[in-house]
């Protein structure tokens, strides 16, 4: 996948209920980079606790804020011990596959989110939660009523029972 990864494990306090001895993550966070400088973002993440996140931007690389391009970000996160991994593939909102668009040229949600590549990036994440990881989706969008990855990703794991809590509203 070309994804960089942090280390350690961090304990955070969201595990909530309990399977098999392991603890299950059944909260996860949503924030847009236009909304934070590098170090609160930062700071954000530690105070959750979040271990891993998922960048579902369709190109890990911003015009505008040069601190969230995927080779500075990864280097940034690593240093504080947080995963990164790109779902762009699997969520990103300019997908190669023309079947998922519109007429009109939009992807089309709806058809793109019952996809085995979109559902498996959501299984993959649950199976994460299982395990004890806490994550955020991260776009660019500072209100996530804006961006697919509320009205797209985080949509989908909500009706499969997820609290989903925006950061930074």
């Known amino acids: 996948r070309g994804d ?10 969201l595990r909530n209920c309990w399977s098999g001895g392991i603890s299950m993550i059944t909260k996860l966070f949503t924030i847009g980079y236009a909304g934070f400088g590098l170090p609160e973002f930062l ?3 530690k105070k959750r606790q979040i271990q891993l996140v998922i960048d579902v931007r369709s190109q890990p690389f911003s015009k505008y804020y ?3 391009n995927k080779d500075r970000i990864c280097n940034a996160l690593k240093n504080e011990n947080i995963y990164y991994r790109n779902y762009a593939k ?4 300019r997908q190669e596959n023309k079947v998922y668009y519109s007429s ?16 498996n990036g959501i299984e993959r994440l649950c ?6 990881y806490s994550f955020v989706l991260m776009c660019a969008e500072k209100d996530p009523i804006d961006c697919h990855r509320a009205i797209l990703v985080s949509r989908a794991f909500h009706e499969k029972g997820y ?5 930074g509203l």
């Open 4 to 13: 960089c990864a942090g280390g350690g494990y961090i304990d955070g306090g």
């Open 43 to 45: 700071t954000e993440l």
């Open 66 to 68: 040069a601190d969230y």
């Open 90 to 93: 699997e969520f990103g909102a």
């Open 104 to 119: 009109e040229g939009y992807l089309d949600f709806s058809k793109f989110s019952k996809s085995e590549v979109f559902q």
């Open 127 to 132: 199976l994460s939660m299982q395990k004890g």
């Open 163 to 167: 609290q989903v809590e925006p950061i």
